[in-house]
């Protein structure tokens, strides 16, 4: 038999008449290895330590160490000097401006950038990407924060109120001081969550976060980032709202608070948006030939802080700024260990969607230049990006896109720039940072909405994703409308959720194809794609184009029935009640008996007839053991009608599943029921025809 133990060949197989011999492959005997004895072994070997082991996973888990000695000055040097720069100072307004997304002081987001470049670098895999502030992060934990500092009684002011806190650390704290601790604590679960999803090696589960989910998500989030921002386009001091349906929410306390809008801080904005659209505009037309990006978000920090501060807008017209930024560094402080519970949730959706792109971009950037990363190093690099930084008053990084694409585009060719970008923002901490005392609030989300552009411009490509393929289009929409409409972190969860079920959905929707053979070649195709085909007398062919397993086993059976013209349970059926009229009719003719021939052919199927069904199993990837039932109930289903069933070339892991589910076993001599190749099967069958004698007409 096909695939059996191989005990015998063609040859030792005894030809009766012209019965066609089917080719045998004889299959190696495989031992399998004890459970114990492979845990052992897995044991000894993770568990062995020896010099060689020591250095190598040293340098496994520190990078730098062995890309550092092999750096090549003359080319390299010039290009991270360069990139490292100019991220740095593209960074320095970022980080304020998206300190404001994430509730926090200008300080921080500072703070933040710097820690998270310099352990990146030290312990990243991948050369080009670009680890610090990332917008929908920003949002996330923004939320977390405003939920915080709401359930802990502080007032929207943030010069208001003094709650005194059970954590030692910080034993009287202002509203500023209370956001930092949330966000610290958000950091530091969520990056204790990604080490410990880098030891428990899950790297893999960024491959269930498909480009259409992650891009549906951004977009959702920036729609949510883009409102967030109007209050500080407009100068209204509002909360942020919290809960489902935030985007709406804001938009109704938005329309009924617009009168009270901050004229200073409205032509602001205006301004700022009339000089840095059409110049980023201007820097992405021409990125191929300029030499490196025009910082002109720094520009227009430099220019609205100096008006700001000559024309005392906050004195005058009643403007927010920035307010003092210290320069230097704060002692290090602990989490606040009793607000983990609250945010454990909230920070395990952070932890997934900061190592998802990270992950993303670091594949995809290492794929275009030609090097590997290790998703699970980078697990632990994000992971410490947000635990050690914690302790320094940061809150939570991964990878951002337009940062990664201004580090490639200026000549990046290691992490030695984000080493220089640190020391650029090392700069700006110790002697620039209070210079920004002035700058409104209102330029900084305006920084913010501009650097949307890039995730806004996503809604333009939905009708080509469409066309292209519907299943990611609807992943896309229904992820992006949650995002946005429900709730940010619900929209991740719906996305995945939807994925996985648009999988399963697939192999649901799976059918049976007819097949035909193209001339006397071994190809046979779908009878309805393809012209020129043509089937053999007796024999039928089919192919299911999906696994078979519990969710799907019913409509395989359908499909199957439907496509063969024979349902074998309806025939029974249909046969019982001949059967019966037949005896009644016997019994009313006083005995009379009815023509054996005439009775056979009532029993027979209507439409085409054959006498064996082939199964083309190319393309099932696996059984379960419902399925093989599914197979078995075919197989005799359709023996009781007299039609015999084939399998053709199943693969190996298939051909296992139908010997453990006693589909077959070669040791018992059954007849030869599976065969390599679909030719194989259909001669075999033709054989069988012949030497029964079987008449295809009759039939």
């Known amino acids: 038999m096909a695939g059996g133990k191989g005990n015998g060949s063609a040859s030792d197989v005894e030809p009766e008449g012209d019965l066609h011999i089917p080719f045998i492959l004889e299959e190696r005997e495989r031992e399998e290895e004890p459970l114990k004895k492979v845990l052992s072994r897995k044991l000894k070997k993770q568990c062995s330590c020896s010099p060689g082991r020591a250095k190598a996973l040293l340098f496994d888990s520190i990078p730098i160490l062995k890309w550092l000695p092999q750096y090549q000055v003359k080319d390299w040097l010039i290009g991270d000097l360069m990139s490292g720069v100019i991220v740095g100072i593209l960074l320095v307004p970022q980080s304020i401006a998206y300190s404001l997304l994430a509730g926090q002081d200008p300080i921080y987001g500072l703070y933040t950038s710097f820690f998270s470049s310099i352990i990146y670098a030290l312990l990243g895999t991948s050369r080009h990407i670009s680890v610090g502030i990332f917008g929908v992060l920003c949002l996330l934990v923004g939320q977390v924060v405003d939920r915080e500092l709401a359930v802990a009684g502080y007032l929207t002011d943030p010069q208001s109120n003094l709650t005194i806190l059970e954590n030692s650390t910080a034993p009287h704290c202002d509203r500023s001081c209370y956001a930092i601790i949330v966000g610290a604590t958000v950091t530091f679960t969520a990056g204790v969550y990604q080490v410990l999803m880098g030891l428990l090696q899950v790297g893999f589960v960024s491959v269930f976060l498909s480009d259409p989910l992650l891009s549906g998500f951004a977009t959702g989030a920036s729609l949510t980032i883009l409102t967030s921002q109007l209050k500080y386009l407009l100068g209204l001091k509002l909360p942020r709202a919290q809960g489902w349906g935030s985007l709406l929410k804001t938009w109704i306390s938005l329309l009924r608070n617009l009168g009270q809008t901050n004229i200073c801080d409205l032509i602001t904005s205006l301004l700022c948006l009339m000089v840095l659209v059409p110049t980023k505009e201007l820097n992405d037309r021409f990125k191929s030939k300029l030499k490196a990006p025009i910082p002109f978000e720094l520009f227009v920090v430099i220019i609205a802080t100096l008006a700001s501060h000559f024309g005392q807008f906050q004195e ?282 005439v009775a056979t052919d009532a029993f027979l199927p209507q439409g085409p007839a054959f006498k064996t069904l082939v199964i083309d199993c190319s393309a099932m990837l696996f059984l379960d053991s419902t399925g093989v039932g599914a197979l078995k109930e075919v197989h005799k289903d359709y023996k009781e009608l007299g039609v015999r069933l084939l399998l053709a070339q199943c693969s190996t892991s298939v051909i296992d599943s139908l010997r453990r589910g006693g589909y077959y076993d070669p040791k018992t001599g059954s007849p030869e029921v599976i065969f390599h190749t679909i030719g194989d099967a259909v001669r075999y069958a033709q054989s069988l025809l012949s030497q029964n004698g079987d008449c295809v007409t009759k039939c």
């Open 316 to 597: 005058k017209y009643g403007s927010e700024v920035a307010g003092a930024i210290p320069t230097g560094f704060m002692p290090p402080q602990l989490p606040a260990w009793s607000l983990i519970p609250n945010i454990a949730v909230d920070a395990f959706s952070i932890a997934i969607v900061g190592f998802a792109i990270t992950v993303s971009l670091s594949e995809m950037f290492a794929k275009k230049h030609g090097y590997v990363v290790d998703p699970n190093q980078e697990m632990y690099a994000i992971g410490f990006c947000n635990i050690f930084p914690s302790f320094f008053r940061c809150f939570t990084t991964s990878a951002a896109l337009t940062k990664t694409l201004v580090k490639e585009s200026t000549g990046c060719q290691t992490q030695l720039s984000g080493l220089i970008t640190a020391l650029v923002l090392l700069l700006v901490l110790l002697v620039i940072a209070p210079l920004f005392y002035s700058l409104q609030k209102c330029v900084l989300a305006v920084i913010i909405v501009v650097n949307l552009r890039g995730a806004l411009r996503k809604f333009r490509d939905v009708p080509q994703m469409w066309r292209v393929n519907r299943i990611d289009a609807t992943i896309w929409l229904v992820t992006m409308a949650t995002s946005a409409l429900v709730n940010t972190e619900l929209g991740l969860l719906v996305g995945v959720l939807v994925s996985a079920f648009c999988v399963l959905g697939r192999t649901q929707r799976a059918q049976v194809f007819k097949l035909g053979q193209a001339g006397d070649y071994e190809i046979f195709e779908d009878l309805a794609s393809y012209k020129g085909l043509h089937t053999e007398p007796g024999v039928a062919v089919f192919r299911y184009e999906a696994p078979i397993y519990y969710a799907n086993q019913t409509l395989f059976k359908k499909s199957l029935y439907r496509n063969v013209g024979l349902d074998p349970l309806k025939e029974k059926a249909r046969r019982k009640k001949l059967e019966k009229q037949r005896k009644k009719q016997e019994t009313t003719a006083n005995g009379a008996k009815q023509d054996p021939e």
